[in-house]
């Protein structure tokens, strides 16, 4: 993973396009005008301490190669600290040959470590949309808790939703799963290399 920079919206347009239909419930840029737009909004963001986001890279013979985003967001400080006391991880899309790899595993261990080990942050909010069972499995599987749906949450991306608000399904890492979590990541990762 490396901080986006505007100069990675042509790798991340060349990373969206091929097979888009695991984009149904995730907002992914579709050309080089809207990665373009993406990654600038993001920057601009980014700027205002909104999030922090970042490029996905796979290592391949010749270096590296751009994969996906994703992003820490809504920081919150209900215990008013300099550091966030909660952040959520999200935004987060592959291409389809990333898809079910190690590669979101390992993103998924790194801000993980940096939000407990650096931040120590409380809790780590991940979400996503309640339709979306694909990553649903995936945030169950590295151990995070379901802590609810909550209706009406957040627009909605993809068909005939776009423009609606979505039901999220929110999940949770907490200070005291961070462990065993991290145990978990870790299998996970040493599993696919």
């Known amino acids: 993973m490396e901080p986006l920079t505007a100069d990675d919206a042509n790798a991340i347009a060349v990373a969206a396009a091929g097979d888009r239909s695991s984009y149904g419930h995730t907002q992914v840029p579709d050309g080089a005008d809207e990665a373009a737009m993406y990654a600038g909004h993001l920057i601009s963001e980014a700027k ?20 996906g985003c994703t992003r820490f967001m809504d920081p919150q400080w209900p215990l008013g600290r300099a550091d966030p006391d909660e952040i959520e991880i999200g935004g987060t899309w592959l291409t389809s040959s990333a898809q079910r790899t190690g590669v979101n595993t390992e993103a998924k261990l790194l801000l993980l470590a940096h939000a407990f080990e650096t931040w120590h942050v409380q809790r780590v909010a991940i979400c996503t949309d309640a339709r979306n069972l694909q990553s649903r499995r995936a945030i169950e599987r590295i ?3 379901l802590d609810g749906i909550l209706r009406r949450h957040r627009p909605s991306f993809g068909g005939m939703a776009t423009n609606r608000l979505r039901d999220t399904a929110a999940y949770s890492i907490t200070i005291d799963d961070w462990p065993a979590v991290q145990e978990r990541l870790r299998d996970l990762t040493a599993a696919v290399r």
């Open 48 to 67: 205002n301490g909104r999030v922090a986001p970042f490029v996905q890279q796979r290592v391949t013979p010749h270096g590296t190669e751009i994969v």
């Open 143 to 145: 151990g995070a808790q």
